[in-house]
């Protein structure tokens, strides 16, 4: 007797992937590209998938860290009975010794060539007046920003050596990038110590993977004070829960900095795959 076995046919769940390329933005007149929405004229994704995750971004920077978009290009500094000393900086990426080195050079053209030194004592560099050792104060800068002396973490106001604690003059510690409708689905929330909580693909740190090098006096020159362009993998990437029974249409895309608001991208470009699976 012959025995036919009519088995039902497995087809292994599929991944895909879904490319995201910042450059993709059509509207001419927005030049953000930390704050875009994406339209197709069909769905951008068809499929019965359940899961989502962003598997690696390549970040092309290209936003100065000292600027007037981020309020920290003029730093303030007075005189004890003599001027008030404002150092103004052109838009562009900064090492902290090109700071200081410009902050010197702008107080000896508007007191006496040679006043002003970078000087290291007591195991830090600083700002000293070496001819009347006159107290120096960090005063609020024009605009009311003091930004750039906070990120310089300048201390020891009221004296004649001002010295740099712990700088930092990166534009942001990091940036989060968000699509709302990509986490709409997502039931397990994400949570952070910061005050703004939100849904994130990825966050994005101002790191470097191996050690940065120095500037001149020895300070790390940490990302984001010079332009570049880095890979960064995620693996196992974050895996984001979606209904089987939904495409993906229009995509809004923002990317958040440490700040809390809206990362503006001045020439900045970025790219990112989310691998897109059944299972």
Not at 105 to 110: G, K, P, T
Not at 226 to 246: C, D, G, H, S, T
């Amino acid at each position: 007797m012959n025995v036919t076995s009519n088995g039902v046919q497995i087809r292994v769940p599929a991944v895909a992937n879904l490319m995201v390329d910042s450059k993709d933005r059509r509207n001419p007149n927005n030049t953000n590209a930390f704050d875009f929405i994406i339209s197709k004229n069909q769905s951008i994704f068809n499929g019965f998938f359940t899961r989502i995750g962003a598997t690696e971004v390549v970040l092309e920077w290209n936003a100065p860290n000292i600027s007037s978009n981020l309020k920290n290009n003029t730093i303030r500094i007075i005189i004890t009975g003599g001027p008030t000393v404002d150092t103004t900086f052109t838009d562009g990426f900064y090492t902290v010794a090109d700071t200081l080195n410009a902050i010197v050079d702008r107080l000896n053209e508007d007191t006496t060539p040679g006043r002003f030194e970078v000087i290291q004592r007591f195991g830090a560099y600083g700002i000293e007046d070496t001819v009347n050792s006159d107290d120096l104060t960090v005063a609020v800068s024009p605009g009311g920003t003091a930004n750039l002396a906070t990120q310089l973490d300048l201390q020891g106001s009221g004296t004649p050596f001002l010295y740099l604690f712990d700088p930092d003059l990166r534009p942001y510690r990091y940036i989060d990038f968000i699509s709302s409708q990509l986490t709409y689905n997502q039931n397990l929330k994400d949570s952070t110590t910061s005050l703004s909580d939100q849904n994130v693909l990825v966050r994005w740190y101002f790191a470097f993977d191996i050690q940065s090098p120095v500037d001149e006096y020895g300070f790390p020159i940490l990302m984001g004070y010079e332009a570049f362009v880095v890979r960064r993998l995620y693996n196992p990437p974050k895996q984001i829960a979606w209904e089987n029974n939904m495409p993906i249409g229009q995509l809004s895309f923002q990317a958040v900095g440490s700040d809390g608001k809206i990362v503006s991208s001045q020439g900045s470009e970025w790219l990112m795959t989310l691998q897109i699976s059944e299972n």
